[in-house]
Nanobody, 130 residues
Framework: QVQLVESGGGSVQAGGSLRLSCAAS????????MAWFRQAPGKQREGVAV?????????????YYADSVKGRFTISQENAKNTLYLQMNSLKPEDTAMYYC??????????????????WGQGTQVTISS
């Protein structure tokens, strides 16, 4: 049973930074793709950042960002520690949400689609005050 455990959430003022971590119970290189999604109250879960983590994959290391976070957020992986990160800078009140780590094996769905991922963490809350 794969487990993903997020940490690093919290409450900061606008303009501040947070670094989220996602510790996996298995080698992150065994996943084809990993991502951070977020969900604000009353809204659908949306993809924030994606990274292709599969060791040996043609896409290994490729990263993608939602337009709303491009230039402010950075996704990275450390396979030796089985950990995924999301560095969030210049945070805005609209970034407030529960942030989820996700991992998938490559289902053919778009990497922005939740169906591309079959493992999810429990989430970590990020609250940004103005």
């Amino acid at each position: 049973q794969v487990q993903l455990v997020e940490s690093g959430g919290g409450s900061v003022q606008a303009g501040g930074s947070l670094r989220l971590s996602c510790a996996a119970s298995t080698y992150t290189g065994s996943f084809f793709v990993m991502a951070w999604f977020r969900q604000a109250p009353g809204k659908q879960r949306e993809g924030v950042a994606v990274i292709y983590t599969g060791a040996g994959s043609t896409y290994y290391g490729d990263t993608y960002y939602a337009d709303s976070v491009k230039g402010r957020f950075t996704i990275s992986q450390e396979n030796a520690k089985n950990t995924l990160y999301l560095q969030m800078n210049s945070l805005k009140p609209e970034d407030t949400a529960m942030y989820y780590c996700a991992a998938g094996g490559g289902s053919g769905s778009s990497h922005w689609n939740t169906r591309a991922y079959n493992h999810w963490g429990q989430g970590t809350q990020v609250t940004i005050s103005s």
